[in-house]
């Protein structure tokens, strides 16, 4: 959905971007999909755990995909498509597992004794995909409102859970002003569980690895974790290590699952377990090789 919006017509970006203003979700959605992995959560405070709604949504953004152009279709009916639209719900079991990703990232932070409070319905979508597609006007605007409803719950520190959110709250002071602290959840564990047994290979975020120099952080934890990962110059290096198609998809499913599924035989090469850091890359891989996200392995308990 993300990459497909620069293509879109500006009458139906412009009902996209009514939708986002609204309703601070990437796009119309169900905000029950976004808060049901929190029951027991305290509600906002200065520091907030913050998961933008990624990995939650992350198993509907092929749906949405195909969506998008239907719409572009149906000019006349944008407002009760788009209603429509915020009854798709991701598979259950797809579901179930982002929620207890978060619930392990949750439990880690605890653990360490990071305490936060979460906003609940209230936690505004960060804005990243206007970001990444170059729209930056919007991005500006988009971040101003979002600032507002941080302000106004109080909050001081926001810790990110995904890498996408991460290099968007992590930005807005390049355009706005913005004073609140942006930290990802891996840099803030000292402690880590029990990892999960076997030889794994990592297939690292773009974002994590070549922008936001996170990509030891997560490495630290795997060997603090006992993790055994095995390396490949040509396959997981900074130089050389391939995207896992999954931004392609808006434009062209069908050489997005290409791409994603030639980078899961490169890995599959080194190992045939692969741990991600992005629900995006997860879900562009997983149907080509046996995935896990990063809190899935270094907390097996």
């Known amino acids: 959905m993300l990459y497909i919006v620069s293509l879109m017509d500006k009458s139906l ?9 609204s309703d601070f979700t ?4 169900d905000k029950s999909i976004c808060t049901g992995w929190a029951t027991n959560e305290p509600r906002g405070g200065r520091t907030i755990l913050y998961t933008g709604c ?16 239907i719409l572009s279709k149906n000019r006349l009916f944008y407002a009760s498509l788009l209603n429509l639209a915020k009854k798709f719900h991701p598979d259950k079991a797809a579901l179930d597992r982002s929620y207890k990703i978060l619930r392990s990232i949750s439990s880690l932070l605890k653990k360490n004794g990071i305490n936060f409070g979460y906003m609940y319905e209230g936690e505004p979508y960060s804005g990243a995909f206007l970001l990444e ?4 006007s919007d991005f500006e ?13 109080g909050v001081k520190r926001i810790i990110t859970t995904d890498p996408h959110s991460h ?8 355009f706005i002003t913005f004073d609140i602290d942006v930290v990802n959840y891996m840099e803030l564990l000292r402690e880590v569980g029990i990892g999960k047994k076997g030889d794994f290979v990592i297939h690292d975020s773009c974002l994590y690895s070549r922008f936001l120099n996170k990509r030891e952080v997560y490495r630290e934890l795997l060997k603090k974790a006992g993790v055994s990962f095995k390396e490949d110059y040509m396959v997981t ?32 090469k080194v190992s045939e377990k692969v741990i991600v850091q992005c629900p995006f890359c997860y879900v562009n891989l997983s149907p080509y090789v046996e995935a896990y996200d990063i809190a899935e392995v270094i907390d097996s308990e």
Not at 56 to 63: F, G, K, R, T
Not at 133 to 136: E, I, N, P, S, T
Not at 141 to 153: D, G, H, I, P, S
């Open 13 to 21: 970006k412009e009902a996209l971007m009514k939708v986002m203003m």
């Open 26 to 29: 990437p796009f119309p959605l």
């Open 54 to 69: 990624m990995y939650q949504v992350a198993p509907l953004s092929a749906i949405f995909d195909r969506f998008i152009p």
């Open 133 to 136: 597609l170059g729209m930056l």
């Open 141 to 153: 605007r988009y971040a101003t409102l979002v600032r507002e409803k941080f302000k106004q719950q």
């Open 167 to 174: 290099n968007a709250l992590s930005r807005y002071s390049e």
């Open 237 to 268: 290096s900074k130089e050389n290590s391939l995207c896992c198609g999954g931004p392609l998809s808006p434009i062209d499913e069908r050489v997005s699952k290409r791409i994603g599924e030639y980078r899961a035989n490169q890995l599959k």
